[in-house]
């Protein structure tokens, strides 16, 4: 194309920018409106890329001079993402135990698309608005997403919105298969550090490491959730909003038993929220390295599977929602897969004098070379 009918394009571009009843309602969104005016009513519809909107515009226009009777609801009710951020956070507050951090993220995301009107929020913003934070981790980008999607999904479920622009955003591959868990020896100094400094705290560590709660489950429990008689544990409510049952063994039910003795038997069973304070303390006077509370919910896996416990018990006794997050923690018990190979080599010895054939060997020679005697 010449410089001449490059110039006539960019001519027709800015007339058909400039067109009168045609308007980007956020500049730079390329979601097009047409206004005008019809039985002495100012109409606004939205209608997305801009040639839609000219045709559309053109359309309309024809249709009031032609003295057509016009939908009386042309224009839905626009919904701005901060509506859609409203109902996920009350959702959130009351069906899952990661409200807080929900409520965090939200902030975030309300502070960038808050007032933007939520359909005409693409993917591509999301996506370029995540890539803006390179310190990120891909889990964490994923947990956006999420919220993303239970945002739309509810504004779906409301009839606010139609679409759910998340779907179509991309997951993140995490590094799920490194995960830290304690050893025998590390184990040991971590409870002597506790016992030097908090003795008390010894059950709730107890209590981490024989039933694999998660933190916020074990700090959300109350008296009435355990049963003694059955030795039965309740989780009312875990991270996916469902109630969960876990069996006690002998050492959780010790654990239990002793914080029971020096507590009023009714309501919460820790005092505290969180093992934040005591336990960071322990962890650094233990000298462990990359070690937090959730480790201990892997050490918890890992050793179920070290026992032998097939993996959809695991599944179970973790609360895990598929398989393939308890499939994380087979390759976790290094041991005791190589006291299974090693197996193979105990007789070796047998092995090997029992390849010593009895059958003469030489005879398979003979056999072979006779057809070429005859030749």
Partial sequence: MGKAGRQATQEREQ????????????????????????????????????????????????????????PDNLRAKTVAFSDLADDALEYSKAHKLSYDHDSYRMAKLT???????STSITPQDFERWIANHEDWKPATANRYRALLSLAYRLGIQNGKVTQNPARLMRHRRENNMRLRWLAVDEEKSLREAIERKGPQRLPELDIAIHT????????????????????????????????????????????????KRHSEGSGRVFLSLSPRGWFDVAVKDARLSDFTWHSIRH????????????????????????????????????????????????????????TDTKSDTSRIGEKRAAPLAVQ
């Avoid at 489950?217 to 309740?234: A, C, G, I, P, S």
């Avoid at 069996?247 to 239990?256: D, E, R, V």
């Avoid at 018990?333 to 193979?344: D, Y």
């Fill in 111 to 117: 502070q960038m698309f808050g007032n933007r009107e």
């Fill in 212 to 259: 694999g709660l998660r933190k916020s489950e074990q700090y959300r429990l109350e008296w009435n959730h355990v049963d003694f008689d059955r030795k039965v544990l309740t989780v009312p409510q875990s991270k996916n909003g469902e109630t969960r049952h876990i069996p006690l063994n002998s050492s959780a039910l010790a654990a239990f038993l002793l914080l």
């Fill in 299 to 354: 050490t918890f896996a890992s050793r179920l599977v070290m026992a032998g416990v097939d993996l959809r018990t695991v599944q179970e006794l973790m609360g895990h929602k598929t398989i393939a997050m308890t499939c994380r923690y087979a390759h976790l018990a290094p041991s005791h897969t190589l006291a299974a190979v090693e197996r193979l080599t105990e007789n070796t010895d047998h092995t090997a004098s029992s």
């Fill in 15 to 70: 007339q058909m920018t400039n067109q009168r009843g045609i308007f980007e309602k956020i500049p730079g969104s390329g979601i097009w409106w047409i206004c005008y005016f019809a039985a002495g009513r100012k109409r606004r519809e939205k209608a997305g890329r801009k040639s839609t909107a000219i045709a559309l515009y053109r359309k309309r226009k024809t249709e009031i001079l032609e003295g057509r009777k016009l």
